[in-house]
């Protein structure tokens, strides 16, 4: 029996790239009648642990074509960007941390496309208490209850519980998607992810005798 159509959106808030596909995967999925789930993970510890550092300072042109890059791609979609923003992250686990609550209480897909339009188009630093006011403020969730739990042991046991999931499953970069067990890196592969899921499973609002 096919398995309802469903996709897995691994990610950490932090990722340059995960910029594009927090803009526009929940809509595609909603579009092709995809059910999403949402799984934040800590993609640093990943990369240190595996020596992949994509944008070292020390390689300029590279870290000047990764901006352009998303620029132009980011143009393609129809979302605007004020290039560069300050990358790495001072505080990416924090960001991430509220990722975990926003996806275990069901608001994560929202919480994750705000966080990048206040980072990418308004200059305000995902995870930086600027930006998590702003963010917040425009979820109606309380900002002093939301920042409090995501100093707590669940918050931090569910940011490394993921990590350690996505390790198992072989995640090493963010925006990962998965189709059962069928991974697919990066924003530029999630319409191979989509016809993936359109190929092996039936929709998601189908029942299972159907």
């Known amino acids: 029996m096919q398995r309802k159509k469903h996709i897995e959106f691994w990610f950490a808030v932090g990722s340059t790239y995960t910029y ?35 944008f ?11 901006w352009r890059d998303l620029e132009r791609r980011a143009e393609h979609y129809g979302h605007p960007v004020r290039l560069p923003v300050e990358y790495p992250l001072e505080h990416f686990e924090r960001a991430n941390r509220i990722a975990v609550i926003a996806a275990r209480d069901g608001w994560c897909g929202e919480y994750l496309a705000e966080t990048y339009r206040n980072w990418f188009q308004r200059g305000l630093t995902a995870g930086a208490k600027a930006n998590l006011r702003a963010t917040l403020a425009s979820l109606n969730k309380p900002y002093d209850s939301v920042l409090c739990e995501s100093e707590g042991d669940a918050a931090c046991s569910g940011l490394e519980g993921n990590t350690d999931e996505a390790r198992q499953r072989g995640v090493f970069g963010s925006p990962s998607f998965f189709v059962c067990d069928e991974l697919f890196w990066g924003d530029d592969r999630l319409e191979d992810a989509i016809r993936y899921c359109d190929s092996q499973c039936m929709p998601s609002n189908q029942s299972d005798k159907a």
Request: overall charge positive.
């Open 56 to 66: 070292p300072a020390s390689k300029p042109d590279k870290v000047n074509y990764m």
């Open 20 to 54: 594009l596909s927090a803009m526009r995967t929940e809509n595609a999925c909603r579009q092709n009648g995809i059910s999403i789930s949402w799984h934040p993970f800590n993609v640093r510890k990943i990369m240190l642990e595996t020596d992949n550092f994509p």
